[in-house]
């Protein structure tokens, strides 16, 4: 199975800093990598699709870089809506595989 | 609009087994593609994919659960359901399904909201 690894687990910001989230992953993935918003009480929401790739209505201050085994999700300027958990996946083998999530929290 | 909602018992009992239904809108279980499948995630843990049901009733199982597992679909009722065996507490998770449509990738562009199950006698 594919592992993959989150940092960090959690983050306190303000509205409008920047924040970057790792995902590594064990095994090259290729650009198979996705990103999850997840908050308590609703349908987690697809962010991004092969790890660069904004699904749409979601915002541009959204972004994914990274292939191979290393990817990361930067939100350029943090805003209220944006506090939540996030979650990376490898899209590249059966069983899919998630980071351990990063909690980003109000500073 | 695609929509899915989970659903079942909130709470069982240890050695009991869980049936979870996910009825879904906006896109149909017979579409080349499309396959619906179960996450879950323990309380503080990260998620876990459990199971997946094809377009063409082809199934696929987490390993290290696939004993316990069931998954079915009834496309007339635009339902699908996961069942697993003898129930412990560390089963305690909210159980998610979400839909995959395979040729854009193995990723969930829509998800449920979510039914969170207890374990506990």
């Known amino acids: 199975d594919i592992q993959m690894t989150q940092s960090p687990s959690s983050v306190s910001a303000s509205v409008g800093d920047r924040v970057t989230i790792t995902c590594r992953a064990s095994q090259a993935s290729s650009n198979w990598l996705v990103w999850y918003q997840l908050k308590p009480a609703k349908a987690p929401r697809l962010l991004i699709s092969g790890a660069t790739t904004l699904q749409t209505g979601v915002p541009s201050r959204f972004s994914g870089s990274g292939y191979g085994t290393e990817f990361i999700l930067t939100i350029s300027s943090l805003q209220p809506e944006d506090f939540a958990t996030y979650y990376c996946q490898q899209a590249n083998s059966f069983p899919l595989t998630f980071g351990g999530g990063t909690k980003v929290e109000v500073k | 609009q695609v929509t899915l909602r989970e659903s079942g018992p909130a709470l069982v009992r240890p050695t009991q087994t869980l049936t979870l239904t996910c009825t879904f809108s906006g896109f149909s279980l017979s579409t080349s593609g499309v396959c619906v499948n179960w996450i879950r995630q323990p309380p503080g843990k990260a998620l876990e994919w459990l199971a997946r049901i094809d377009w063409d009733d082809d199934k696929y199982y987490s390993a290290s659960l696939e004993t316990r597992l069931t998954i079915s679909k009834d496309t007339s009722k635009d339902q699908v359901v996961l069942t697993m065996t003898n129930m412990d507490p560390v089963d305690t998770a909210t159980y998610y399904c979400?839909?995959?449509?395979?040729?854009?990738?193995?990723?969930?562009?829509?998800w449920g909201q979510g039914t969170l199950v207890t374990v506990s006698s």
């Open positions: 979400a839909r995959m449509f395979t040729p854009s990738g193995y990723y969930f562009d829509s």
